[in-house]
């Protein structure tokens, strides 16, 4: 708890390892640029820049999608290192006493709860996980890009933005209303379901090697396999998630005249 609202610590931290991985890898590829002889993060980042121009360009035109090569790259590349944390490991801490439920003087208020509902003989909280299966961080995603593009669409097109609510009737009106707030659910809901079961299933093939010998050879292959299929995931997730985002920009930067054309 702090300041009365509800604060995953788990889920902080995550982002914040998050946000320093970004940080430093674009570092890293900006440090020493050359046109001549660019090294290897270089290369990576230009080729990073590239496709989310390719991104944009599929979208709407370069000249009005220019200024969104930044906020593409940064998502994501946030979104792809945030689905691939959860993936190598993860870390659990065990509570069994409710007053040892605490850090940096703050009480757990989950684990105590949990203790005291279920009478269980411990708790575990997870505190190394992909921070995009918390559906709280995958819907903050969606809102920020639900209110950059229809933000964008209210002060640059104005008239035309308010009128493609009452098309192609009147009557249209809360079905058009619908519309738009089904895109903010889905766009952060996608996220979330595809990585939350990505995770889920890893750490029940996992669950696998309590069952002894046999359970440890068996979970063995099928880890490995399923840790391969949700990096793809993850790849595609990170790629869906960005794309949308252009989408809807674009529906709003240009008229829905010109879009429609």
Not at 158 to 174: E, I, N
Request: a neutral charge.
């Amino acid at each position: 708890m702090l300041g009365g609202f509800r604060l995953d610590l788990s889920i902080v931290l995550m982002l914040i390892v998050t946000c320093l991985i970004v940080f430093i890898v674009a570092k890293m590829a900006t440090r020493n640029l050359s046109v001549e002889n660019p090294g290897k993060m270089q290369n990576f980042m230009e080729w990073a820049v590239e496709f989310v121009r390719n991104i944009i360009s599929s979208t709407m035109s370069m000249e009005k999608g220019k200024h969104f090569v930044g906020l593409g790259l940064t998502m994501i590349m946030f979104i792809f290192v945030g689905n691939m944390l959860g993936l190598p490991f993860s870390i659990v801490t065990d509570y069994h006493d409710p007053a040892k439920a605490h850090i940096f003087g703050q009480e757990i208020v989950s684990v105590t709860e949990g203790l005291q509902k279920s009478h269980a003989e411990g708790v575990g909280v997870v505190w190394w996980k992909s921070p995009t299966a918390d559906l709280g961080v995958t819907m903050g995603l969606a809102l920020v890009v639900f209110l950059l593009s229809h933000g964008i669409g209210i002060v640059k097109n104005t008239k035309a933005y308010f009128k493609h609510y009452f098309q192609p009737f009147v009557f249209f009106f809360p079905i058009n209303i619908i519309e738009t707030l089904s895109k903010l659910l889905t766009h952060g809901i996608r996220l979330f379901a595809n990585i939350f079961a990505g995770e889920v299933l890893i750490s029940t093939i996992m669950g696998l090697s309590k069952l002894g010998i046999i359970g440890t050879v068996m979970s063995i292959p099928l880890l490995m396999a399923w840790q391969g299929f949700s990096i793809f995931i993850g790849t595609i997730q990170a790629f869906v998630f960005t794309i949308l985002m252009m989408v809807y920009l674009s529906q709003n930067v240009e008229s829905h005249e010109e879009h429609e054309h």
